[in-house]
């Protein structure tokens, strides 16, 4: 695990709706504005949106049901969150109007969709907001180094295939374009690892570096469905240059594409991650972080303890706020 995992202590899978980054404990009070910062939340949308009515009751999974392929799973939680991912959608694009900011859109967004990913619940804007506050400054450093890269190479593959001609205009720009593909690959790990992770900002590059080539081939995959699906969004508008196809297409874009890209890159990234960091850290310890596994979707066996404890559960008013089961 050498050159994986920070050596910070046992504990290096922090989930913070379970606590602060530095490993303490969330106070109590920290908690009750947490969850009344949520109720008003969800109020909020209720009252405008009678949809957006996450205790109404559904149909349920059977427990014997079959488990869905990647394929069908992703488009199950896409279209089953459609309408929760719009605002976090706005969020982001809002967000991420300055430029320097764009790594702060980035990680919040991402918060939300490995939760959704997981299976997990997420309270949207509020889940970003939050992420945001505890990561800024690694958020805000990496976004401006994201920019700073994407933007070098952005010269130099006009510099080699416009201003250079001959073998060396060629070389310099299938360089360039190779770069190009490694820094969009290595930007796909990037922010999961930094919000589920301690680590520095040399160990996040490092270790996107290496998931590169771990997972080459998912990671092409993952880029050869984006970048047509975002690309049709700006050959549309110069196809039919109506405005109201214009501004039907920006819409669209806005509020779909960003949860849409998040998400597929949570489906082809994360089984890499938990394969190479999670799992094997954990075959290690396999009593630490029981919880936060269960809630990256690691199967943690339940205990009979547990089952018991479960079977007579009724509602307590000292249990914790932040129960994820």
Not at 13 to 32: F, M, P, Q, W
Not at 218 to 236: D, E, K, T
Request: proline share 5%.
């Amino acid at each position: 695990m050498t050159g994986w995992l920070p050596q910070r202590g046992a504990k290096t899978v922090a989930l913070y709706t379970h606590c602060n980054k530095d490993g303490t404990d969330i106070s109590v009070g920290e908690k009750l504005l947490y969850k009344s910062r949520r109720e008003q939340e969800k109020q909020t949308w209720q009252a405008f949106f009678g949809f957006f009515n996450y205790e109404k009751e559904g149909p349920g999974v059977r427990k014997d049901a079959p488990e869905k392929n990647a394929f069908a799973a992703f488009f199950d939680i896409f279209f089953g969150n459609f309408w929760r991912l719009i605002p976090v959608n706005l969020f982001y694009v809002l967000l991420s109007l300055p430029l320097l900011t764009g790594g702060l859109s980035t990680v919040g967004i991402t918060h939300v969709t490995r939760a959704l990913a997981r299976r997990k619940h997420s309270f949207g804007i509020s889940d970003c907001t939050e992420i945001v506050r505890k990561n800024w400054k690694q958020a805000l450093g990496m976004g401006v180094l994201r920019l700073f890269c994407f933007s070098v190479l952005g010269f130099a593959v006009w510099f080699y295939a416009f201003r250079e001609e001959g073998m060396l205009g060629t070389i310099g720009t299938g360089i360039c374009l190779f770069l190009a593909i490694v820094l969009s690959m290595m930007d796909l790990y990037v922010w999961t690892l930094m919000i589920t992770f301690r680590f520095t900002m040399k160990q996040l590059c490092k270790n996107s570096f290496r998931f590169v080539f771990l997972n080459f081939w998912r990671n092409l995959l993952c880029l050869v469905l984006l970048l047509p699906a975002g690309a049709l969004f700006i050959v549309i508008p110069f196809l039919f240059p109506h405005p109201f196809v214009i501004f039907l297409t920006a819409v669209i874009y806005v509020c779909v594409f960003p949860g849409f890209r998040f998400l597929l890159t949570q489906f082809c990234t994360f089984p890499a991650i938990r394969k190479f960091i999670i799992d094997p850290y954990y075959a290690a310890h396999p009593d630490a972080d029981i919880e936060l596994r269960r809630n990256l979707g690691v199967y943690v066996e339940r205990s009979d303890e547990e089952e018991t404890a479960d079977a007579n559960d009724e509602e307590d008013p000292n249990a914790p706020i932040f129960r994820d089961r």
